[in-house]
T-cell receptor, first 111, second 114 residues
């Protein structure tokens, strides 16, 4: 299974941008990069995914390095509701719908 | 559109019993995956179903089984329950199986084995 490396925890101030890094140096050409988050006492929630190009949606932006060995999830203005564990996941082509969750990054947001 | 629903939300069982958990995917979604979450092991993949066929299975003993019905609803069963099976069981649905599809999770079933 493809591996990702994320910091265990990060802190942010409310209304400031947050950049959550993820390293995936063993990524192969067909692996998708997915991000999910899990708020306290809830199931995981899809955030964003991409393959090669940067992606934007209403929740966040995903910046993918040119060599694809790392990516950054960007929350443009953190709110208290964004406090969660964020998981960066590589989805391999031969693994179908399987999500392999690592430890993730626990994001805390200070008012 | 209604989200993924899981029943029951909470369950208490005794060691040695069996349990069946149910998952109703988002309307139109044909793929259902199951995950187990514990404080020690985190989120672990159990199995994935698409069009009533199991496409993927995680590293769990044969006591864990599942199935998917023609309406895409899914059930998972755990037989001969052990204390270590106490966990949050999460179901996720997606339009289809495959790496490009996002998964939408339900709230989970909290199983306690005593």
């Amino acid at each position: 299974d493809a591996k990702t490396t994320q910091p265990n925890s990060m802190e942010s101030n409310e209304e400031e941008p947050v950049h959550l890094p993820c390293n995936h140096s063993t990524i192969s050409g067909t692996d998708y990069i997915h991000w999910y988050r899990q708020l306290p006492s809830q199931g995981p929630e899809y955030v964003i995914h991409g393959l090669t190009s940067n992606v934007n949606n209403r929740m966040a932006s995903l910046a993918i390095a040119e060599d694809r060995k790392s990516s950054t999830l960007i929350l443009h203005r953190a709110t208290l509701r964004d406090a969660a564990v964020y998981y960066c996941i590589l989805r391999e082509g031969n693994q179908g719908g399987k999500l392999i969750f690592g430890q993730g990054t626990e994001l805390s947001v200070k008012p | 559109k209604a989200g993924v629903t899981q029943t029951p939300r909470y369950l208490i069982k005794t060691r040695g019993q069996q349990v069946t958990l149910s998952c109703s995917p988002i309307s139109g979604h044909r793929s259902v995956s199951w995950y187990q979450q514990t404080p020690g092991q985190g989120l672990q993949f159990l199995f994935e179903y698409f069009s009533e066929t199991q496409r993927n299975k995680g590293n769990f003993p044969g006591r864990f089984s599942g199935r998917q019905f023609s309406n895409s609803r899914s059930e998972m069963n755990v037989s001969t329950l052990e204390l270590g099976d106490s966990a949050l069981y999460l179901c996720a649905s997606s339009l289809a199986a495959g790496q490009g599809y996002e998964q939408y999770f339900g709230p989970g079933t909290r199983l306690t084995v005593t």
